[in-house]
T-cell receptor, first 115, second 120 residues
């Protein structure tokens, strides 16, 4: 009964490869997010979707492409991986409009390591 | 300027004592929300407590309370009766704007975190 689940948990790959991270939430939320946590533990928003519509794109290289097939899923595809992409990527969800006090619920993170 | 400032990179506390983790924020929006999250060494992000800018009272959730001083733009987290399991990274985060502000309202802006160590 995991609320926000993302797969895989660990991803080790070589520079230049293309990879995807999947995220699913069963909370009935209408807004989903991708955050990146760097080696210094700093968390920064990358993207946000509300009801499958992109609402936030925070100056992320266009090698990163989010896709939301429905409001319960938000996947992240990364092309031509670079060393600097090594980080922990967190998916999150929240109830959007009308309830500003609702927290964002995070998945357990995907640790991406580029060799 | 940083929107969320956590000035304590690390804090130590004895088990069963109380500890305060500092957070100051910067916004010109009258409507905002402040959140605290805990990240243990296992890596997951756990929501702890929320304070809205219009809330009249300080938020409390079990052993967690928020010392909200709006004029000083501070939202410090107080953990009472610390336990060994409280050892973790703690993040303060802010959500600006109302629900009708558009997309920018949805994101959380995080501070750099405070690593709390509870000693037995």
């Amino acid at each position: 009964d995991t609320a926000v689940s993302q797969t895989p948990k660990y991803l080790v790959t070589q520079m230049g490869n293309d990879k995807s991270i999947k995220c699913e939430q069963n909370l009935g939320h209408d807004t989903m997010y991708w955050y990146k946590q760097d080696s210094k533990k700093f968390l920064k928003i990358m993207f946000s979707y509300n009801n499958k519509e992109l609402i936030i794109n925070e100056t992320v290289p266009n090698r990163f492409s989010p896709k939301s097939p429905d409001k319960a899923h938000l996947n992240l595809h990364i092309n031509s991986l670079e060393l600097g992409d090594s980080a922990v990527y967190f998916c999150a969800s929240s109830q959007g409009r009308g309830v500003s006090n609702q927290p964002q619920h995070f998945g357990d993170g995907t640790r991406l390591s580029i060799l | 300027a940083q929107k969320i400032t956590q000035t304590q990179p690390g804090m130590f506390v004895q088990e069963k004592e109380a500890v305060t983790l500092d957070c100051t924020y910067d916004t010109s929006d009258p409507s905002y929300g402040l959140f605290w999250y805990k990240q243990p060494s296992s890596g997951e992000m756990i929501f702890l407590i929320y304070q809205g800018s219009y809330d009249q009272q300080n938020a409390t959730e079990g052993r967690y309370s928020l010392n909200f001083q709006k004029a000083r733009k501070s939202a410090n987290l107080v953990i009472s009766a610390s336990q060994l399991g409280d050892s973790a990274m703690y993040f303060c985060a802010m959500r600006e704007g109302s629900d009708w502000s558009g997309g920018s309202n949805y994101k959380l802006t995080f501070g750099k975190g405070t690593l709390l160590t509870v000693n037995p």
